[in-house]
């Protein structure tokens, strides 16, 4: 069964910058979709950003701009680029893997911290 994990979360100001990284256990070669989410307390967990196979990306409005996901067959890796991080970002962020068809299959990260001090 795949298995993800996230890193690179952590505390840093307004303004500033982190990379998130996904580590999974299987190759993602064949992954229709990586994708990162986040959850912020008290609110519901929403899509971040989403990259297909074919590099077809999505991304939320509010990061629109400042945050760029990227993938990396050859080391079975999903990254985040966070820039421009405001206090809104707060959230644990996880990392998911789809697998799209008759029955898709989900895959998801433990998760890791980020938060944005004012």
């Known amino acids: 069964q795949m298995r993800l994990e996230e890193s690179g979360g952590g505390l840093v100001q307004a303004g500033g910058s982190l990379r998130l990284s996904c580590a999974t256990s299987e190759s993602i070669f064949d992954i229709d979709v990586m994708g990162w989410y986040r959850q912020a307390p008290g609110q519901q967990r929403e899509l971040v950003a989403s990259?297909?196979?074919?590099?077809?990306?999505d991304y939320a409005e509010s990061v629109k701009g400042r945050f760029t996901i990227s993938r990396d067959n050859e080391k079975n890796t999903a990254y985040l680029q966070m820039n421009s991080l405001k206090p809104e970002d707060t959230a644990v962020y996880y990392c998911?893997?789809?697998?799209?068809?008759?029955?898709?299959?989900?895959?998801w990260g433990q998760g890791t911290q980020v938060t944005v001090n004012s």
């Open positions: 998911n893997a789809r697998e799209l068809g008759y029955y898709p299959m989900s895959y």
């Open positions: 990259m297909t196979r074919r590099g077809i990306t």
